[in-house]
Every structure is written in C-alpha cells, then in structure tokens.
C-alpha cells in the first residue's frame, strides 16, 4: 500500500497571522494608506456626536484594561466585538444582522485583504452617512483633514510595532463601545 503525504493547506488567514507573529509583515501600499485615512477618522466621530466626557472615559477605561492582556487575546476580543459591531451596517431583525456580520467575517478568513476594503468602502461611509446630520461642516473639514494627515503620517512612520503588540485594538473596541 502506498501513503501519499498529507497536503496541508493553510487559510490565507493563518498565513497572514503566521507573517504577522513572525513581523515579516510587507509595508502598507499606498491603496491600504488610503484605505486607513477613511478608516481611522471615521473612529473620531463618536467624539463628536456623543457625550465627550464618556467617550473619553470609555476610551482611557479601556486602554487601560485591554492593554494588560497579551496580544492573542485582544485579537479574540477584538473578533468578538466586531463581529456584535459590523451588524449595524444592515437592517433587520438581530438575527439576520448576526448572520451577515459573521458571513463578512468568514469573507475575511479566505480574503484578509478585503477586510479593509470593506471597512473603507463600506463601514466608513455607512458610518459617515448615519452621523452626517449630527456634524457640522467644521466637523467634516476636521475629518477630511484627519484623514489627509492619517495618510502621511503612515507613509512616514512604520507602526508595525504597535500593530504587533495590539497596541490600537482597545482604540476600536473604545470606539465599538461608544457607537453601541
């Protein structure tokens, strides 16, 4: 009897998290830099809409809490809160807007790349839409400009560093907290 080896194929999630834990990660395109200065501004919103002095709180509360966990573990949680957080970009009922976030976030297994796509393209701009009439238009030339300076600042420095330790995940998981 002849045994063939066994072909293991790796989701290109786990190649992705392989390049990360080793830090072989490839420097941002100038699409992902794009893709970041609507993303990231996008965060600062919640600053303008809701209460500031709970906001901040949230935000400090939870940098302090979530950076005593190691880096695994806030990606777990970071996982958790997007998937309750992403099911605001549909309407309906709870349980179809569960099943659409957790289909976009199988998406990502196979596609790691599409997930900022996504959340520029779409997240960002349903979340600019819903708060638009709650800003003024200072507001909006704030956040423009954010977004311009978030582009440079990225071609600038490499935050690679800090992605690696998940030293921004509490940043979205304050901002997630906030916006529900």
């Keep these: 009897m002849i045994v063939t080896p066994f072909i293991k194929k790796t989701l290109p ?3 992705k998290y392989n390049r990360f834990q080793t830090n072989n990660l490839q420097p941002l395109s100038k699409y992902h830099k794009l893709c970041l200065s609507v993303i990231v501004p996008h965060g600062t919103t919640d ?3 809701f209460n ?5 709180i949230n935000y400090f509360s939870t940098f302090c809490c979530f950076n005593f966990f190691n880096t695994n573990i806030k990606f777990i949680f ?3 809160y997007s998937l309750y957080h992403i099911r605001n970009d ?3 009922v709870f349980g179809i807007k569960m099943l659409y976030s957790f289909l976009v976030h199988c998406s990502w297994i196979y ?3 599409s997930s900022l796509t ?6 960002s701009i349903l979340h600019y839409k819903k708060v638009l009439p709650y800003i003024t238009r200072l507001d909006i030339f704030s956040l423009i400009c954010f977004g311009i300076l978030t582009y440079f600042i990225l071609s600038i420095n490499d935050f690679s560093q800090y992605t690696h330790q998940g030293y921004l995940i509490p940043i979205v998981i304050s901002h997630i907290i906030n916006i529900n």
């Design 118 to 123: 996504y959340l520029a393209w779409i997240h």
């Design 47 to 49: 600053i303008l809409v």
């Design 111 to 113: 596609f790691p790349e």
């Design 52 to 56: 500031k002095n709970t906001c901040l």
């Design 90 to 92: 549909v309407s309906g």
């Design 13 to 15: 999630i786990l190649k």
């Design 78 to 80: 970071l996982l958790f």
